[in-house]
């Protein structure tokens, strides 16, 4: 996280960063190892995806609302059953 005193309001950007260990040494990054220990959740992966789409469908459609989260819906039940059914890993 970086910072930034300007007057009287501390401004902060907050930004992503791998979760690991860092070694430092005086104040300069000497080396990095990346604690990623767990394989990617296809399920959930495709679900960010629905999620992604639903969004965007929502700002740029002029369908209804119905029909936008329908659409949503329908696609989620085909990625559990498609899951279920062992094709996706």
């Known amino acids: 996280m970086t910072t930034k005193h300007t007057g009287n309001v501390l401004n902060t950007k907050k930004f992503t960063v791998p979760k690991g260990r860092l070694h ?11 604690h ?7 399920a959930k992966i ?6 992604s789409t639903l969004k965007k469908n ?18 989620l039940i085909h990625i559990l059953v498609t899951y279920r059914n062992g094709k996706i890993s």
Not at 36 to 42: G, I, S
Not at 46 to 51: L, P, T, W, Y
Not at 58 to 75: C, P
């Open 58 to 75: 929502a700002s740029q459609t002029t369908l209804s609302t119905h029909s936008v989260l329908g659409n949503a819906v329908m696609q």
């Open 36 to 42: 990623n220990n767990h394989v990617p959740n296809a």
């Open 24 to 34: 430092v040494v005086d104040d300069k990054i000497t080396k990095f190892i990346e």
């Open 46 to 51: 495709e679900a960010k995806k629905v999620i």
